[in-house]
């Protein structure tokens, strides 16, 4: 006989859009189950460069005290051309939200921590081993079937895994069972492949690179890291290095066309490709593995009561280092809507936002990956030759240079259709420009000391009045109220204004103080339940 099992949500998929979504459900006080098909967290090293607003996340969900001592914290990439001259370093420029723009990490470590967040969690339901196998649905709710294959568990840390190989997958002796799930609404982050993806029968438009790479992560290197990834577009064969903490360093290189997948990830081949750059005798090879990148998106984020998230969402080549990063986005911009909508607070239009916000977003970060794809990894002479020189020109023209050097073409998220209100006219640029933005976190004073402003903000809806000599009041849902200095005057632009903050940290509207209630009437079509907030007029 079938299991049954009743969830406010159900996550499809313990990969780290995942495992972030299922936390942050579960953090608005919701009932979650999340199905995964394999034994544990992910185990296998793929991203590598996280964003401010990731780590911002992490912070939220509590794991980043644990990951940041395994993290090389702010660093850069640096370019070389031909002859290994060095075109350009880049780094983030204005870090906005309370953390560097750019930072190395390591996937299994980040899955592991937030798989460990969740095992934490009351509210979550955790079953591993059990692969999603149907899904219908009404207006009411979905249904999902899975099988879980052998006893039921509640999985393990792929991190344990990860670094030291070991195989943690548990006896499969017992039989197969059959799993019904239902649920308010589901989000599918199942991947690449998504089954969810495939089921609802959404497409995915794009296509895939034609080049393939070759991923080796090395252990035990000695000496401390460079602050830098190093992408080297020799015009001979394309590689990318990325320093790590603890020992541990990342290879990339292009293959050609013709060369033999197993041949080159044998240890002679990965000893041959590494010894220009390192003595692969003192180290240990933790995997090499070639892998195909994907340029794709989907053409839907939602069907009915389902969502799709991270890469069953989208497909990026990593030269943009955004996959994981916008998954993460993602599973913040739909968890708090789900949340808003089964407690009656939020409607069906609020819903429909997230793919709104969302998905640009997710096509602008496809179309620079493959841009960026195309600089390093051409190896035509008379357009690498090009390409060098261009790049070095543009040390002449400072605004173009700093357009590369501070990464300002990595555009970050400007929502101006969505769950935002466009500003009034009287509202200076300045203000105006919050809204829709993520919220900057700068640290504020307090009695006794200063804290990042996150510390001050609700999990729901928050709302910051900006006074003059930067005094903030910080108001939350059941009367929260604490006032804070902007000791560095970020919110200046914003004196005399309100702030009304999205439970995932983004502006949704600004006006004059007492103008407070009409852009909370403004938002009422899509958050009825604003209006509830004690400190709403
Ligand atoms: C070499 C490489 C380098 C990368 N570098 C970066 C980088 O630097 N920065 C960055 O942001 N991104 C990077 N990425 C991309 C990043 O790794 C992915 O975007 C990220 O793993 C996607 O996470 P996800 O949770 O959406 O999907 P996944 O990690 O694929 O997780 C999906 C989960 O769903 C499970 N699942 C699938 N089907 C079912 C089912 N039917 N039932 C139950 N469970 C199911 C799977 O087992 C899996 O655990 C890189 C990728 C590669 C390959």
Same mark, same amino acid.
């Given at each position: 006989m079938a299991e049954r099992i009743d969830a406010d949500v159900l996550v499809i998929g313990a990969g780290p859009t995942g495992l972030t979504a299922a936390n942050l459900v579960a953090d608005q006080g919701l009932r979650v189950a999340l199905i995964e098909k394999h034994w544990g967290s992910g185990d296998e090293p793929r991203a590598i460069s996280a964003t401010d607003e990731t780590l911002r996340v992490m912070n939220q969900i509590g794991i980043m005290s644990r990951l940041a001592p395994e993290m090389l914290m702010d660093t850069g990439a640096r370019y070389y051309g031909r #002859? #290994?001259? &060095?075109l350009a370093d880049v780094r983030p420029g204005n870090p906005r939200v309370g953390q560097p723009g750019k930072s190395q990490f390591d996937q299994p470590v980040m899955e592991g921590l937030l798989f460990e967040a969740a095992s934490e969690r009351p509210g979550i339901d955790l079953h591993f081993n059990t692969e999603a196998t149907s899904i219908t649905q009404n207006a009411d709710g979905v249904t999902v079937t899975a099988v879980r294959r052998g006893a039921r568990s509640r999985g393990v840390s792929g991190v344990l895994a990860g670094d030291v190989g070991n195989d943690h997958t548990p006896a499969l002796d017992a039989a197969d069972t059959e799993l019904v799930v239902n649920a308010a609404w589901v989000i599918g982050c199942d991947g690449g492949r998504s089954f969810t993806r495939r089921e609802l029968g959404i497409g995915l438009s794009g296509s895939t690179q034609v080049e393939k790479w070759i991923v080796i992560d090395l252990l035990d290197v000695p000496g401390e890291p460079e602050p830098f990834a190093s992408f080297h577009c020799n015009g001979t064969r394309p590689t990318v290095v990325v320093p790590g903490v603890r020992g541990r360093r990342r290879y990339e290189f292009m293959l050609f066309e013709g060369e033999d997948e197993q041949e080159m990830v044998s240890p002679p081949s990965i000893a041959k490709l590494v010894a220009p750059y390192q003595? &692969? +005798? +003192? @180290? +240990? @090879?933790r995997r090499a593995a070639v892998y195909t990148a994907h340029q794709r998106v989907a053409e839907r984020y939602r069907v009915g009561r389902v969502l799709l998230a991270g890469d069953a969402a989208h497909m990026m080549p990593p030269f943009a280092g955004q996959g994981l990063n916008a998954g993460i986005r993602d599973a913040a911009g739909a968890a708090w809507r789900v949340a808003a909508h089964i407690r009656g607070e939020g409607t069906d239009a609020l819903i429909d936002d997230y793919a709104l916000e969302r998905r640009p977003h997710a096509v602008e970060m496809v179309k620079l990956s493959k841009r960026i794809g195309s600089v390093v990894m051409n190896t035509n002479p008379m357009i690498t030759r090009l390409r060098d020189a261009l790049v070095v020109a543009t040390r002449a023209v400072p605004p173009l240079n700093q357009w590369l050097t501070r990464m300002k073409f990595l555009k970050q998220p400007h929502y101006v259709d969505g769950t935002v209100v466009p500003p009034s006219g009287r509202i200076s640029a300045a203000a105006a420009s919050l809204v829709g933005r993520a919220l900057p976190q700068p640290k504020v004073g307090l009695e006794g000391g200063h804290v990042p402003l996150d510390e001050l903000l609700d999990v729901g809806w928050t709302a910051i009045e900006v006074h003059d000599g930067g005094t903030l009041v910080v108001e939350g849902g059941e009367g929260w109220r604490q006032e804070a200095m902007d000791c560095a005057g970020v919110f200046a632009a914003a004196c005399g204004l309100v702030l009304l903050v999205r439970p995932d940290r983004y502006v949704a509207a600004t006006a004059e103080i007492g103008l407070r209630a009409d852009v909370v009437a403004a938002l009422a079509g899509k958050v009825p339940g604003l209006r509830t907030m004690p400190s709403v007029p």
């Amino acid at each position: 006989m079938a299991e049954r099992i009743d969830a406010d949500v159900l996550v499809i998929g313990a990969g780290p859009t995942g495992l972030t979504a299922a936390n942050l459900v579960a953090d608005q006080g919701l009932r979650v189950a999340l199905i995964e098909k394999h034994w544990g967290s992910g185990d296998e090293p793929r991203a590598i460069s996280a964003t401010d607003e990731t780590l911002r996340v992490m912070n939220q969900i509590g794991i980043m005290s644990r990951l940041a001592p395994e993290m090389l914290m702010d660093t850069g990439a640096r370019y070389y051309g031909r #002859g #290994g001259r &060095i075109l350009a370093d880049v780094r983030p420029g204005n870090p906005r939200v309370g953390q560097p723009g750019k930072s190395q990490f390591d996937q299994p470590v980040m899955e592991g921590l937030l798989f460990e967040a969740a095992s934490e969690r009351p509210g979550i339901d955790l079953h591993f081993n059990t692969e999603a196998t149907s899904i219908t649905q009404n207006a009411d709710g979905v249904t999902v079937t899975a099988v879980r294959r052998g006893a039921r568990s509640r999985g393990v840390s792929g991190v344990l895994a990860g670094d030291v190989g070991n195989d943690h997958t548990p006896a499969l002796d017992a039989a197969d069972t059959e799993l019904v799930v239902n649920a308010a609404w589901v989000i599918g982050c199942d991947g690449g492949r998504s089954f969810t993806r495939r089921e609802l029968g959404i497409g995915l438009s794009g296509s895939t690179q034609v080049e393939k790479w070759i991923v080796i992560d090395l252990l035990d290197v000695p000496g401390e890291p460079e602050p830098f990834a190093s992408f080297h577009c020799n015009g001979t064969r394309p590689t990318v290095v990325v320093p790590g903490v603890r020992g541990r360093r990342r290879y990339e290189f292009m293959l050609f066309e013709g060369e033999d997948e197993q041949e080159m990830v044998s240890p002679p081949s990965i000893a041959k490709l590494v010894a220009p750059y390192q003595d &692969i +005798t +003192t @180290v +240990t @090879v933790r995997r090499a593995a070639v892998y195909t990148a994907h340029q794709r998106v989907a053409e839907r984020y939602r069907v009915g009561r389902v969502l799709l998230a991270g890469d069953a969402a989208h497909m990026m080549p990593p030269f943009a280092g955004q996959g994981l990063n916008a998954g993460i986005r993602d599973a913040a911009g739909a968890a708090w809507r789900v949340a808003a909508h089964i407690r009656g607070e939020g409607t069906d239009a609020l819903i429909d936002d997230y793919a709104l916000e969302r998905r640009p977003h997710a096509v602008e970060m496809v179309k620079l990956s493959k841009r960026i794809g195309s600089v390093v990894m051409n190896t035509n002479p008379m357009i690498t030759r090009l390409r060098d020189a261009l790049v070095v020109a543009t040390r002449a023209v400072p605004p173009l240079n700093q357009w590369l050097t501070r990464m300002k073409f990595l555009k970050q998220p400007h929502y101006v259709d969505g769950t935002v209100v466009p500003p009034s006219g009287r509202i200076s640029a300045a203000a105006a420009s919050l809204v829709g933005r993520a919220l900057p976190q700068p640290k504020v004073g307090l009695e006794g000391g200063h804290v990042p402003l996150d510390e001050l903000l609700d999990v729901g809806w928050t709302a910051i009045e900006v006074h003059d000599g930067g005094t903030l009041v910080v108001e939350g849902g059941e009367g929260w109220r604490q006032e804070a200095m902007d000791c560095a005057g970020v919110f200046a632009a914003a004196c005399g204004l309100v702030l009304l903050v999205r439970p995932d940290r983004y502006v949704a509207a600004t006006a004059e103080i007492g103008l407070r209630a009409d852009v909370v009437a403004a938002l009422a079509g899509k958050v009825p339940g604003l209006r509830t907030m004690p400190s709403v007029p």
